[in-house]
């Protein structure tokens, strides 16, 4: 007995000094327009150690099929945030941060839990979580407007116009559309989604759609607007009239750049 007695005097200093980030007060997130964005947080991240300093954090808010209990995380992963590790006895106060949400493919309800990883020994381990306990719906919305391959553009000879050609513009809306804008934009980067940067090179704009209705064989003529000289890549991109402003509804991209001098 005197034995076990010693050996758990020497481990109960050990044990405590052990740093660990632990989640203190509420936790809360919020998505931004479209979902596009989520910003999450929560009162308190303190270390455990009033000596010992934690390794690197991860907060990330999970999307799962149900409450989270321990174990692996699973589910879909909508967003995530580094932290520096923290010192002894010190903590991250009010934290939020806003980040890209990405959304699961699969539009139904979800259990959010966000979980604070720490970096340990060649990985991130779970060490504290909060499940949120109102399910939310989430998932990639349905396309409301498709462009239709195969597409081309092409520059008159004396630079003034560009054609744009595209094989239709259809929507799934069971309402008419807004006013319809198809423009063709030269970027430094692929165009893969969401807010568009570069130089537009033409537009014309098309009017709305009744329901049920598309475009066939579209061959539209625009003025052409010549970017800077350099290698870009061209896209064509379909827009509609909210009532504010003209939104990126679908596009077709280009596979390869083209110079301009």
């Known amino acids: 007995m005197k034995i076990l007695l010693f050996l758990c005097a020497l481990l109960t200093p050990v044990l405590t000094a052990l740093a660990a980030p632990d989640l203190v007060g509420g936790s809360r997130y919020s998505f931004g327009p479209n979902n596009a964005t989520v910003t999450f947080g929560c009162d308190y991240i303190k270390n455990t150690s009033s000596e010992n300093a934690t390794g690197t954090i991860v907060v990330k808010l999970w999307a799962r099929s149900a409450p989270y209990s321990g174990g692996d995380l699973g589910g879909h992963l909508l967003g995530s945030y580094k932290l520096e590790p923290l010192g002894g006895g010190m903590q991250y106060s009010k934290l939020s941060r806003t980040v890209k949400c990405t959304l699961p493919t699969t539009r139904k309800s979800y259990y959010l839990v966000m979980a604070v990883t720490e970096y340990r020994k060649g990985g991130y381990v ?23 391959g195969p597409w081309r553009w092409q520059v008159s000879d004396d630079f003034a116009t560009v054609e744009m050609c595209v094989a239709k513009i259809s929507h799934t809306r069971t309402s008419y559309t807004g006013t319809l804008r198809l423009a063709l934009w030269a970027t430094k980067t692929p165009y893969t989604g969401g807010r568009i940067s570069g130089w537009e090179l033409g537009m014309v704009q098309k009017k709305a759609l009744d329901p049920g209705y598309s475009y066939s064989d579209v061959h539209n003529t625009a003025k052409f607007v010549e970017p800077p000289p350099g290698n870009y890549y061209v896209s064509l991109l379909l827009l509609e009239y909210d009532g504010g402003e003209y939104v990126i509804k679908a596009w077709l991209p280009g596979s390869k750049t083209t110079n301009f001098r």
């Open 126 to 148: 779970v060490v504290d979580h909060a499940n949120f306990t109102t399910p939310v719906v989430l998932g990639v919305p349905p396309k409301q407007f498709t462009l239709t």
